[in-house]
């Protein structure tokens, strides 16, 4: 090692493009081979997603034939029709989409709000409910999600969409993610808005959301996705099937039509879409959304 | 405590507030007039958060060790039974075998997933053509809800026409009946778990790997270090604090693994794929044993604050 060092610098002070050549190559060729195996990777984590996507265009007894049809022989476009008539699908759809929208909608206020309190007024014990506050997401929920529950029946809200918008309309995940952001606004701007003042709710409406567009946009992402795909909650509190979201719906109608294979790949298709679409359009703004909730963690 | 320290100064205050003119008066009070304010407006704030943790996570997190010491069939009134729930949990085989699976799947998943995902991190970092279209590739599978992924899964699993055994086929090995025996159906959980959980450990990654200084890699190139190298000595070292958090929040997610197991396999077969959590919600709403229910749920939550102060204690001396 002390050789090396020491014999490095004197060809690399005349030379520096011979060197770079053998280097640039061998690049490449890592590159390649780079590009190729996570082409193959992704190629496999993709490949369930193909597979539902083409199926949901099969007749039933394609779906499971053998050997195995990656693409239709004929297209069934009139799964995508039937499914309606089979299947509660808009009910779960829209109750889904009720939910997703209110607790989010919530979540990014109350997140937003708390999160001011918690990172740019000062108060006494501020720091230490914070660090109680933000341990509860290291609580696992099915370890209190009795008495929750027991609780939730006994003011009646149990089996309405109540139950899951009073759970989930404040999360200390999204007080954390928004504290986090709020944490990098300089401090100078909230105390010369205070000088100037403004209260401390103007400050927050005012000065420090106008600025956290971009957190508020991946909490709302990460929130929308995550009440979305939701099962255990609504397992448990929506017992009425005119309450069912789509993934209990999706589950009913499997068990339900189970020798109707296409239309439940149809049924899985429409329930993944809308997520994978906010999912590609928003990408950006989940990166974030973890990054700067896991990094500084 | 707060109010007997601004009280006398605050009282001076008002007395030579009148004398100061209203323009200089902003600046010079805020340690205690606006100060006590600004210690309401604080409060006011986090007020509603903390109440509603309180009311719907710590009052619950209490009544849950109340409520594993009694016998609670929610149609009569809770009757004191001490630790006989817990007795009943010991000499319990399903829950054990519960117990026993949660740590399988929690010991296979949470490495292997992480390794992939620090190797795919590291490759996406290397500012690819269409890094974002791989990215959210990867990712796409933990946005997905279980159910609606399950049916393909079953497919794959499934012994007579699935793609498993009809790959193994191709290089000569015997297929098996995957989620049907239970010897290996809780392979097939653990798979799908895996193949969920590449996608946010992949981004913590990718956001730790851009805080990594390039000048250490650029150092170690003219000192002649490999990629493979590098890879260990600088990268890996770097990521530790990221690994760390990752690690944490990869076993309280596993240990909370619910979807998987109640859409693939119902706890089956012969109990080979149940789940701690899976137990916790056959005991309470399929069973109505509440207070049951309640003591695995204590037992679940101390077995993960045991597993993680263990790995926690694990991963940082390590460091050190």
Known sequence: MAITTAVRPIPEIGSPLPRRRPRSTKKTVGRVLGYVALGLAAAGVLLPFFWMVMSSLKT?????????????????????????????MSTWLKNTMVLSLAVTALQLLTGSFAAYGFSKVRFPGRDVLFLVYVGTIAVPWQAYMIPQFILMSKLHLSNTLWSIVALQAFGAFGVFLMKQFYETVPEELSEAARIDGLSEYGIYRRIILPLSVPALASLTLLTFVNTWNDYLGPLIYLRDPNLW???????????????????????????VLP??????????????????????? | MTDLRAAPSNASRTSDRAAVPRALRSAAPRQSRSGRKMRRAGWL?????????????????????????????????????GLENYVEIWGDPTFRKATWNTVVYTFWTVPVSMAIAVVIAVA????????????????????????????????????????????????????????ADPDWALWGVILVGVWQGIGI?????????????????????????????????????M???????????????????????????????????????????????????????SAQSVLLFAFLLVVTLVSRRATRSDAE
């Open chain 1, 275 to 297: 997520i994978a679409i906010i999912f590609m359009v928003g990408q950006r703004y989940f990166v974030e959304g973890i990054a700067t909730s896991g990094l500084k963690g």
């Open chain 2, 45 to 81: 704030m986090v007020a509603p958060s903390i109440a509603h943790i309180g009311l719907w996570t710590a009052i619950p997190v209490i009544a849950t060790f109340a409520l594993s010491l009694t016998d609670y069939n929610v149609f009569s009134a809770p009757r004191w039974i």
């Open chain 1, 245 to 271: 979201t789509i993934q209990l719906g999706l589950k009913s109608f499997v068990s339900q039509y189970n020798a109707e294979y296409a239309l439940i790949m149809t049924g899985s298709v429409l329930s």
């Open chain 2, 124 to 179: 996406l970092n290397q500012k690819l053509k269409l890094q974002n279209w791989y990215r959210a590739a990867f990712f796409l599978p933990q946005v997905t809800a279980t159910v609606a992924i399950a049916m393909v899964w079953l497919w794959i699993y499934n012994p007579q026409q699935g793609l498993l055994n009809a790959a193994l086929a191709v290089v000569g090995i015997p297929g098996q009946a995957w989620l």
């Open chain 2, 239 to 293: 990521l530790k604090p990221a690994t760390f958090f990752v690690f944490v929040i990869s076993i309280i997610g596993a240990f909370q693994v619910f979807d998987q197991v109640y859409v693939l396999t119902d706890g089956g077969p012969a109990n080979s794929t149940t789940m701690m959590t899976y137990e916790v919600y056959r005991s309470a709403f399929q069973n109505f044993r509440m207070g049951m229910a």
């Open chain 1, 60 to 88: 039933n007894n394609a779906v499971f034939s053998v050997p195995i049809q990656w693409i239709p022989e004929t297209f069934v476009w009139s799964n995508y029709v039937d499914i309606w008539q089979k299947s509660d």
């Open chain 2, 201 to 237: 450990k992949m981004l913590i990654y990718i956001a730790a790997l851009q805080n990594i200084d390039e000048s250490l890699y650029e150092a170690a190139s003219i000192d002649g270090a490999s990629a493979v190298r590098k890879f260990f000595s600088i990268t890996l070292p």
